[in-house]
C-alpha cells in the first residue's frame, strides 16, 4: 500500500514507487496527500517531526493491524516499544529517503576497476557499505542544513521535565538555542540500550552478525518488563532489539524482501539493493515535507 499508518493510527506513512527522477516521486507524494485530504474529516495533518501538543502516553493510539498473525505480530512489536521506551517517542516523524544507483553504472564501474572476479552483487554491496560510512562521516551537514525542529511542546518531555539546555519560547514550547534538529538528539528518537550497539558497517557480513546478535542477546531490563503479562503480549521478545526493523540509524543497507524473509537474509541473500537515509526532519515550509531541491542534495 501507499499510505499506511507507522507506529500509531494517527501516524501517516507515505510510500512512493520507485522513480528516477525526484520530480516524479513528488508528484506522486503530491496525489497522495490529495487523497488523504478528500478524506480527513475535521482533521489535519501536523507539519513538523516532533509532534504537537500531547495529552500523556495513552494519547497515541498503537496502530492495528487485525487479527492475523502478521497483523498481530505487527501489534505486539508496538507494544513492545511502549513498553520499553514509551509511545510518545514513537509520535516522532521524518523522512526515509531511499536512494540507489542503476545495476548499468555498477556494471561499467567493475569493469573499470578491473573488479569482474568479484560476484556482481558482491561487489554492488561492497560499494554501497562504502557510501554508507562516507555519508555516516558526513551526515552532521544534513542536520545543520535541513534540521527543522529546534522547539518542542512541554508534554513531550518525561513527567515534564524542562533539560537545563532548553529554553522557553511560551508558556508550554521549549527550545535549544542554535539548535536545528531536536529529533536526531538525545531528546529525540534515542534510546541508552541501542547507543551501546556496536554495529558494524564494515562489509555485508559484519553488519548482518552484528544485527543478528542484537536480536538474539536478552537484555536484563526488558527481561525485567515480561515478555507476556498474564495472556497478554507485551513484547515479542526480550532481546536487545525485537525485529531488526527496531534498531535505529540515520542510514541503512536495504533490499526488499520476499515473504517471510527478515531484512537481513534478504540482505545476505541478494545484497544491497539500495540505501535508506533517515535523518531528514519534515520540512514544515513545503506542503510535502520534502522539496526537489533537498532531495537532488541527498
Not at 569493469?111 to 555516516?136: C, W
Not at 529529533?183 to 541501542?194: A, P, T
Not at 551501546?196 to 557480513?205: A, R
Not at 539493493?273 to 537532488?296: A, K
Request: net charge negative.
Amino acid at each position: 500500500p501507499h499510505i499506511t499508518t507507522d507506529y500509531s493510527e494517527a501516524l501517516l506513512e507515505y510510500i512512493t514507487p520507485v522513480y528516477s527522477e525526484p520530480k516524479e516521486a513528488l508528484a506522486f507524494l503530491s496525489d497522495l496527500h490529495t487523497f488523504t485530504y478528500h478524506h480527513l474529516e475535521n482533521e489535519w495533518i501536523w507539519p513538523g517531526s516532533m509532534p504537537s501538543r500531547l495529552s500523556g502516553n495513552d494519547s497515541v493510539p498503537i496502530a492495528d493491524y487485525g487479527s492475523s498473525n502478521v497483523g498481530t505480530m505487527k501489534h505486539v512489536y508496538r507494544k513492545g516499544l511502549d513498553v520499553r521506551y514509551g509511545r510518545i517517542m514513537q509520535a516522532i516523524a521524518g523522512v526515509h529517503y531511499n536512494v540507489s544507483l542503476p545495476d548499468d553504472m555498477w556494471h561499467a564501474l567493475r569493469e573499470m576497476e578491473k573488479a569482474t572476479n568479484i560476484p556482481f552483487n558482491d561487489y554492488r554491496s561492497t560499494r554501497y557499505f562504502g557510501m554508507i560510512r562516507h555519508f555516516r562521516r558526513h551526515s552532521w551537514l544534513l542536520l545543520y542544513l535541513f534540521g527543522a525542529s529546534p522547539a518542542i511542546d512541554k508534554s513531550f518531555l518525561p513527567n515534564g521535565q524542562v533539560p537545563d539546555k532548553l529554553q522557553p519560547l511560551s508558556d508550554d514550547t521549549y527550545y535549544a538555542p542554535y539548535a536545528t534538529t531536536l529529533r536526531m538528539s538525545d531528546l529525540g528518537y534515542q534510546n541508552k540500550v541501542q547507543s551501546q550497539l556496536k554495529i558494524c558497517f564494515n562489509s555485508l557480513s559484519n553488519y548482518v552478525n552484528t544485527l543478528r546478535h542484537a536480536i538474539s542477546t536478552p537484555w536484563p531490563d526488558y527481561e525485567a518488563l515480561g515478555v507476556r503479562n498474564g495472556d497478554e503480549w507485551q513484547q515479542l521478545n526480550a532481546n536487545i532489539l525485537q525485529i531488526e526493523n527496531e534498531y535505529y540509524s540515520d542510514i541503512r543497507p536495504k533490499r526488499v524482501a520476499k515473504h517471510n524473509e527478515t531484512p537481513s537474509q534478504a540482505l545476505e541473500a541478494r545484497g544491497v539493493e539500495y540505501i535508506e537515509v533517515r535523518c531528514l526532519d519534515l520540512n514544515p515550509f513545503d506542503p510535502l515535507g520534502v522539496t526537489e531541491s533537498q532531495m537532488r542534495f541527498v
